[in-house]
């Protein structure tokens, strides 16, 4: 190749510029272009998130129980419950907490749309009793900083990052990891995405195909656990 593309770019930007084109005239564009050239579209496959498993999940925790800091416990289960996004975590009002109902109210998640997500009844007898030292003390904010403010992204994630160092887990358990986590292990319990797109937040079904992938993981070892027995 003789001209590099960064210089071939001021070439086209020059010829191209009078008819001050927007971004779909642009990428309609291009796409005629690979088709005169005849170059295919070549895509880099996706390759799939890590997902913790069970023992540490299990060794995770264990590690934020022996703490003993009571809001990082509930936090943590709030996340791994839920599945919610750490962006939605953070702007968890009390107001949005059900506790009759055992169901939290998300307020302009992701795509600015509201939802609903449940957390299992034996939760609730815990939260009660964190929620009303909240609403007594007058917080607006279901977990709160000493100065009255929501939790930062950043500082949950710290959180987490100390708890996966003690717990002795070399890949990081991020709150988005506790999230893929939660949806695969539904998906394993052959649970239907019609149910889990509303919990989740997704805005399509589609979306949900990555959960189907990360549980078919497991489904390949007690494939190989029977395979030998197969009669032919």
């Given amino acids: ?78 996340l791994l419950y839920t599945g919610i996004r750490v962006s939605e975590l953070i702007h968890i009002t009390l107001l949005d907490v059900d506790l009759n ?45 000493r100065f009255r403010q929501h939790y930062t992204d950043r500082g949950i994630r710290k ?11 070399k890949r990081s358990i991020s709150p988005h990891k506790l999230r893929h986590f939660l949806f695969t292990w539904l998906k394993k319990q052959n649970i239907d995405d019609a149910l889990i797109q509303p919990y989740s937040g997704h805005k399509k079904r589609e979306s949900l195909e990555i959960y189907s992938k990360l549980s078919l993981s497991d489904a390949q070892k007690k494939y190989n656990d029977v395979i030998n027995e197969f009669p032919v």
């Avoid at 959180?159 to 887990?169: M, P, Q």
């Fill in 101 to 145: 109902s055992c169901q939290i109210k998300i307020t302009q998640g992701k795509g600015n749309k509201d939802r609903i997500v449940p957390f299992p009844g034996h939760f609730k007898e815990a939260l009660v009793i964190y929620y009303s030292r909240q609403k007594k003390e007058n917080r607006h904010y279901l977990f709160e900083s």
């Fill in 1 to 78: 190749m003789g001209t590099s593309a960064k210089k071939m770019a001021k070439k086209i930007a020059r010829i191209i510029a009078p008819e001050t084109p927007n971004y779909d005239y642009m990428r309609d564009l291009f796409r005629f272009v690979r088709q005169e050239l005849n170059i295919p579209v070549t895509t880099i496959p996706k390759r799939l998130p890590y997902v913790p498993n069970e023992d540490e999940i299990r060794q995770f925790y264990q590690a934020v129980w022996a703490s003993k800091e009571t809001k990082h416990l509930l936090l943590i289960k709030v």
């Fill in 159 to 169: 959180i987490l990052a100390k708890y996966t160092k003690t717990a002795g887990i």
